[in-house]
């Protein structure tokens, strides 16, 4: 029987590192930066333009949560954190609002002066930029159905022809019903169970 072996985040950090390079891609988005540990990989690269999104707020608690279903559940993302494993604060507990801006400026800082650094959420975020302005997008936010749609319905118009609209997490239920519905009439690549790709 055929199994799919799961991987882990580096590797699909790894992976579209080698697809931009791959691609020569040179102007990229990252829908989601978290701790900026993939963000950190692309600023390193040979790019002309890197878009980091992500509103680092804790009224979006509910985006940090993730989803394990297809549509929102109270619940569900506390045990996603428990889950995961993620380095929080306190176990099980979500960040605070300072603990955010504390994590947002260090990236900040960090970020080469050239990086474009947007903290708004991603659907508000993507009415500042052009139709097909870039190579490619990456989709890393929110996991629950309604907000990777509203993610693919943003961004997809942002990718040039024959650049790569592509995400993390496939596995869940939440990203993977939003890429079967949004994206059924394009071929999708499915890398691991996790980074979702597809060809504009
Ligand atoms: C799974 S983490 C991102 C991991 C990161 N891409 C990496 O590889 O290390 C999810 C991030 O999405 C952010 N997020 C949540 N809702 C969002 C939204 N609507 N737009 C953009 N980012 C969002 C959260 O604040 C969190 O930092």
Redesign the pocket.
Known sequence: MYKLEKIG?PE??NRFVKMIRENGFKRVV?????????SRMLWSLDLDRLVL????FVD?AQ??H?AWKRRSEPGVGKFYVIQMGHPLPKNGQFYTQEELDALWDSIVDDAPDWVEMVRL???E?AKLFDDESFDTV?I???HFYE?VCADIDAWLPKVRKGGILCG?DYFYEGVRYAVLDKLSHVDTDIFGNRLWSVVI
């Open positions: 985040m699909v950090r990252e829908i989601g930066i978290w701790r900026g540990d993939l999104v992500d509103p680092m979006y985006y940090w993730d959420p991603s659907v975020a990456f890393d936010g929110n907000d993390d």
